[in-house]
């Protein structure tokens, strides 16, 4: 049997991971537990982060906002701050799983699951997000493209966890966009997703961009050439079309049960296009 241990602050958490240094931890479980139950992962114990309270909840600090790593996605949600500065994070909050999965996942265990697909990752990219990583004796801060190695690989040392996630406020980016394809309507894991954030001009000319694509690589991906193409053209079928030919060779998808490599290349072209509805 597995032991499970439930730490009630981060000096008790420190003192487990001291003595028990293998422990797999989780928050809400729902992809740790689903490994475990499908025999994917074997950890000799388990520390369950839930009682934590310094990891949950929304601060405002400065120009900045720091989510903690066991705030639920529902939490955020609802969350007048996370709604109001950046909406493109909601959007793809709203669209991840199920009603119970956001009330018990959290944003956390969405990022060091490290998964291609997962939904609250592209928007993070595009929002310059950093990564708070803490230990007993230290505290550093990583970009998340730095964080995310590949696929359910992160940048963690031995005792260190994911404390939460820092996103700088008032960047000016009027246009925010998610939006993923998936062979079904609703609880889908997505076939190509695209976080687009942008500053648009009154003549729709774009000043600046930044986009990114999942389920198209080993991790997240972004393009800084093609944003730079971007910035100073029209908003339009024509000036999105210049580009199209360099995301298609950037991007590395696979072949798998989901969908081919060639269907995720031409999707992630028509996500790109489809900024033209959202740009008014």
Same mark, same amino acid.
């Given at each position: 049997?597995?032991?499970?241990?439930?730490?009630?602050?981060?000096?008790?958490?420190?003192?487990?991971?001291? @003595?028990?240094?293998?422990?797999?931890?989780?928050?809400?479980?729902?992809?740790?537990?689903?490994?475990?139950? $499908?025999?994917?992962?074997d *950890?000799?114990?388990?520390?369950?982060? +839930?009682?934590?309270?310094?990891?949950?909840g929304?601060? +405002?600090?400065?120009d900045?906002?720091?989510?903690?790593?066991?705030?639920?996605?529902?939490?955020?949600?609802?969350?007048?701050?996370?709604?109001?500065?950046?909406?493109?994070?909601?959007?793809?909050?709203?669209?991840?799983? $199920? !009603? *119970?999965?956001?009330?018990? /996942?959290?944003?956390?265990?969405?990022? &060091?699951t490290? $998964? !291609?697909? #997962?939904?609250?990752?592209?928007p993070?990219?595009?929002?310059?997000?950093?990564?708070? @990583?803490?230990?007993? $004796?230290?505290?550093?801060r990583?970009?998340?493209?730095?964080?995310?190695l590949?696929? /359910?690989? @992160?940048?963690? #040392?031995?005792?260190e966890?994911?404390? #939460?996630?820092?996103?700088k406020?008032h960047?000016?980016?009027?246009l925010?966009?998610?939006?993923k &394809?998936?062979?079904?309507?609703?609880?889908?894991?997505?076939?190509?997703?695209?976080?687009? @954030?942008?500053?648009?001009?009154?003549?729709n000319?774009?000043? +600046?961009?930044?986009l990114?694509w999942?389920?198209v690589?080993?991790?997240?991906?972004?393009?800084?050439e093609? +944003?730079?193409?971007?910035?100073?053209?029209?908003?339009?079928?024509? /000036?999105?079309?210049?580009v199209?030919e360099?995301?298609?060779?950037g991007i590395?998808?696979?072949?798998?049960?989901?969908?081919?490599?060639?269907?995720?290349?031409?999707v992630?072209?028509?996500?790109?296009?489809?900024?033209?509805?959202?740009?008014?």
């Amino acid at each position: 049997m597995t032991d499970i241990f439930l730490p009630s602050d981060l000096d008790e958490l420190w003192r487990l991971l001291n @003595i028990k240094p293998e422990a797999a931890l989780y928050a809400g479980g729902t992809d740790l537990l689903v490994k475990r139950r $499908s025999g994917l992962i074997d *950890p000799p114990s388990l520390v369950c982060l +839930e009682r934590i309270q310094e990891l949950k909840g929304v601060k +405002e600090c400065g120009d900045e906002v720091f989510v903690g790593a066991l705030t639920t996605h529902s939490e955020l949600l609802s969350h007048r701050v996370i709604r109001k500065h950046f909406p493109v994070l909601i959007q793809a909050i709203a669209v991840l799983g $199920s !009603p *119970p999965v956001r009330n018990m /996942g959290t944003i956390g265990g969405n990022i &060091v699951t490290a $998964s !291609p697909a #997962g939904d609250t990752l592209a928007p993070l990219y595009v929002l310059d997000a950093q990564m708070e @990583i803490r230990s007993l $004796s230290s505290s550093r801060r990583v970009p998340i493209s730095a964080f995310i190695l590949g696929p /359910g690989q @992160i940048d963690l #040392g031995q005792g260190e966890i994911l404390a #939460g996630v820092w996103i700088k406020r008032h960047q000016g980016f009027r246009l925010q966009h998610y939006e993923k &394809v998936g062979r079904r309507n609703a609880l889908a894991c997505s076939v190509v997703s695209m976080a687009a @954030i942008m500053r648009v001009s009154s003549d729709n000319r774009i000043y +600046e961009i930044r986009l990114a694509w999942g389920s198209v690589g080993p991790t997240v991906m972004r393009f800084p050439e093609v +944003e730079r193409l971007l910035e100073g053209k029209p908003l339009t079928v024509d /000036g999105l079309n210049d580009v199209i030919e360099l995301v298609h060779a950037g991007i590395k998808p696979i072949d798998d049960i989901r969908a081919t490599a060639s269907y995720r290349r031409e999707v992630a072209g028509r996500l790109l296009h489809r900024l033209i509805n959202y740009s008014t």
